[in-house]
């Protein structure tokens, strides 16, 4: 039996990692109809990895009603896998910066108290793990809104609790864990996260990604040092040293905040979604696997899914097929971690991407044309 995997990430704005996986599997099968497909769709932790982990493992949806980053209702996602003992989740679904209009998009005021009150959904669902996504965030508040959701009290010098947003954290006096369930104890949580940026200064949270959240200079400035208090309070009243911590600055600091109040582990997102797919338990038999993405350059070979799965087929002798609408600088660095072909669906010489544009309209369909065309040539 000529057993192929497919494995591929979402590509953005056309088709999510399954709907591609299907598109790609269909190309298989009218080129080698004999084919087992096996498909496990995949993400690298920011938008997709919930959708792509409960495709590939067979998952639940649920659907929370939570605050939105500015505190209006939203529906929030989450997925439960393995059996109910894992949970996921994507901060971006709770506390978005899609979720707001460009003029209301203000980092001291937005919160990810949403982000908290998914998560304590999810636990109350008896997981013992819970993977996060925290890309896409609009907040700059260290993760203190979910700490407040989570039942942590974060209070001014009268012992008043602190309104929302990350303006507010310059008042912070003391943190009281008093309330916090621990239940969490038990709950191991490990976040996907690919920045390495400490919490605060000129590489920090606040510099490198408040402007595209909505922050003035002045406000860069002011959240910053906002920040900066918020994890003095962590050290002193939580014992837990985070603002230096490698990944301390992903969403607006929330990669700090889960470390200081859910003892949380930020891991690579790639590594750790692929190993939760169950993609290295498809491998053994494969004679082909075939990974793509919406555009293939330097950046998909280090931290994005597809390179992590040709990297792993590769070390399995497996040959790599990489699918892409089209490619960017950089793209040969795949060749050396053992993609044996690169098949982009925009022809070459199209600067403009006006004939991708057009493609993408029809990415399924054309998806599935180009894997029918590969595969007939490779095997």
């Not at 056309?14 to 080129?31: D, F, K, M, T």
């Not at 950089?330 to 004939?355: R, Y």
Request: net charge negative; hydrophobic share 45%; glycine share 14%.
């Amino acid at each position: 039996m000529l057993k192929i995997v497919v494995a591929p990430n979402s590509f953005k704005g056309s088709l999510s990692a399954s709907q591609a996986a299907a598109a790609i599997a269909r190309g298989v099968r009218q080129a080698r109809p004999d084919a087992e497909v096996v498909e496990i769709p995949v993400a690298d932790g920011g938008e997709g990895t919930v959708d792509a982990l409960i495709a590939a493992r067979s998952g639940t949806y649920r659907s929370t009603e939570v605050e939105g980053p500015l505190g209006d209702p939203v529906q929030a996602t989450s997925g439960l896998i393995d059996g109910g003992r894992t949970g996921v989740v994507e901060l971006a679904s709770a506390s978005g910066l899609t979720l707001i209009p460009t003029e209301k998009r203000d980092p001291r005021q937005t919160s990810t108290y949403g982000f908290g009150q998914l998560l304590g959904a999810v636990r109350k669902q008896k997981v013992e793990s819970i993977i996060a996504g925290i890309g896409g965030s609009a907040t700059n508040d260290g993760g203190a809104g979910m700490a407040q959701a989570l039942g942590y009290r974060l209070l001014d010098a009268g012992g008043r609790d602190l309104p929302r947003g990350g303006a507010a954290l310059a008042q912070l006096a003391r943190i009281d864990a008093s309330g916090f369930d621990a239940a969490w104890l038990a709950v191991s949580v490990m976040v996907a996260c690919d920045v390495t940026n400490p919490l605060t200064g000129p590489q920090g949270a606040s510099y490198i990604y408040g402007p595209q959240k909505g922050a003035d200079e002045k406000a860069v400035r002011e959240l910053d040092q906002a920040l900066a208090h918020l994890a003095e309070i962590i050290e002193r009243d939580l014992g837990k040293p985070v603002a230096d911590v490698p990944g301390a600055a992903a969403a607006g600091g929330a990669g700090a905040g889960l470390i200081a109040f859910l003892d949380a582990r930020l891991v690579p997102g790639a590594p750790l979604v692929v190993d939760a797919s169950g993609f290295d338990q498809a491998l053994p038999g494969a004679r082909l696997v075939i990974t793509g993405e919406g555009r293939v350059d330097g950046q998909t070979a280090f931290g994005k899914a597809p390179g992590e799965v040709a990297k792993r087929a590769h070390a399995a002798r497996i040959p790599t097929l990489l699918l892409a609408g089209s490619r960017g600088p950089g793209w040969e660095s795949l060749i050396s971690m053992g993609v044996t072909s690169v098949v982009t669906l925009a022809e070459e010489g199209d600067p403009e991407g006006h004939n991708l544009q057009v493609l993408m309209h029809d990415a399924a369909q054309e998806l599935t044309r180009a894997a029918a065309r590969a595969v007939q040539e490779m095997l």
